[in-house]
């Protein structure tokens, strides 16, 4: 029983607590699990039922949670996955420049093993491969965790960048005060069920919010 919209170009963010259904809701867009009931629709046609290849093919990118990235291959190579896509091969090179500018050291590691990669290092990783796609949108599920605040707070940085860049980005993550502060518009997820929602600037300053979220 979840209904909501995230617009061309809009940032935004769900917050729920563990077990709301934050990730099965991502997983659900992404084609890697089927609604019960109901429908899921993007730029004006309906994907719920696709597979998650032709979901991919159309412009939608998970960065899942715990970055999946993969490990035995170079950084490079990770990247190159990214690309698979017709369109993304055709610009491989424009791409892999922009990742490279976006993330200079991933650049500086590109002959180096994934897994021995920091965890910041790795989740820029796991966002470059998606950004190589070149994506319409991108979602993010719980892209800090695991990290330390310093690593985290560049990666929160990344992601409002590239929203401001015109990427339109879909936000999951436990930090209810950075996903707040970077969303345009926000959703609160108790339940399987949308509790609340509204501009993130509200939310952020809704006593509800604030209790149950983020302890004050």
Not at 14 to 38: E, Q
Not at 41 to 54: A, C, K, Q, V, Y
Not at 138 to 165: T, Y
Request: charged share 20%.
């Amino acid at each position: 029983e979840v209904s909501f919209a995230v617009e061309k170009g809009e940032f935004v963010s769900i917050i729920g607590s563990n077990g709301a259904g934050k990730t099965t809701l991502l997983k659900t867009i992404s084609g890697l699990m089927k609604p019960t009931s109901g429908t899921v629709h993007f730029e004006g046609s309906r994907i719920d039922g696709l597979p998650t290849h032709e979901i991919c093919s159309r412009g939608i990118i998970q960065v899942p949670e715990g970055r999946k990235i993969f490990p035995r291959m170079k950084v490079v190579g990770n990247l190159e996955m990214g690309a698979y896509l017709p369109e993304a091969k055709k610009n491989f090179r424009k791409t892999l420049e922009e990742v490279f500018a976006l993330f200079p050291l991933l650049e500086q590691r590109k002959k180096q093993m994934a897994a021995t990669l920091s965890g910041g290092e790795q989740q820029m990783l796991a966002i470059g491969r998606a950004l190589m796609s070149r994506p319409k949108l991108i979602m993010f599920d719980e892209p800090s965790l695991g990290l330390s605040p310093k690593a985290s707070q560049g990666i929160f940085q990344v992601i409002g960048n590239l929203n401001r860049e015109g990427l339109t980005v879909l936000l999951i993550s436990q930090d209810v005060l950075q996903s707040l502060r970077l969303a345009q518009r926000a959703y609160v997820l108790e339940n399987s069920r949308i509790a609340m929602e509204g501009k993130g600037s509200d939310l952020l300053q809704n006593p509800k919010v604030k209790q149950a979220y983020m302890g004050i």
